[in-house]
């Protein structure tokens, strides 16, 4: 089992910063890859940043060059710089780790959320 716990949303205006932060903790060493989601009420979730086990990350196009994600070398904490903050950016981030699970995929764990509002 992994828990996750997001800090660092809030209220920001356009052109801002924020940066994210998710604390691990449980069965760390199982974790294949983390990644940070968004979503917002009445649409669907939709992934921002992927981090893999070896570091390599992607990004969706929208944030690709503002965003930026990142994990402590104790791969405890996940972080997600957000730069030239937009008011569509607006909305409940989500952090997300998985772990493999022999016979049965990837077993998916998520945080409780941090709400990033931006102001125009």
């Known amino acids: 089992q992994v828990q996750l716990v997001e800090s660092g949303g809030g209220l920001v205006q356009s052109g801002g910063s924020l940066r994210l932060s998710c604390a691990a903790s449980g069965s760390i060493s199982s974790i294949f890859g983390m990644a940070w989601y968004r979503q917002v009420p009445g649409n669907q979730r939709e992934l921002v940043a992927h981090?893999?086990?070896?570091?390599?990350?992607n990004y969706a196009d929208s944030v690709r060059g503002r965003f930026t994600i990142s994990r402590s070398d104790a791969k405890d904490t996940l972080y997600l710089q957000m730069d030239s903050l937009k008011p569509e950016d607006t909305a409940v981030y989500l952090c997300?780790?998985?772990?493999?699970?022999?016979?049965?995929?990837?077993?998916?764990?998520w945080g409780q959320g941090a709400q990033v509002t931006v102001s125009s």
């Open positions: 997300n780790a998985y772990s493999p699970v022999p016979g049965r995929g990837m077993q998916h764990y």
């Open positions: 981090i893999t086990s070896n570091g390599a990350t």
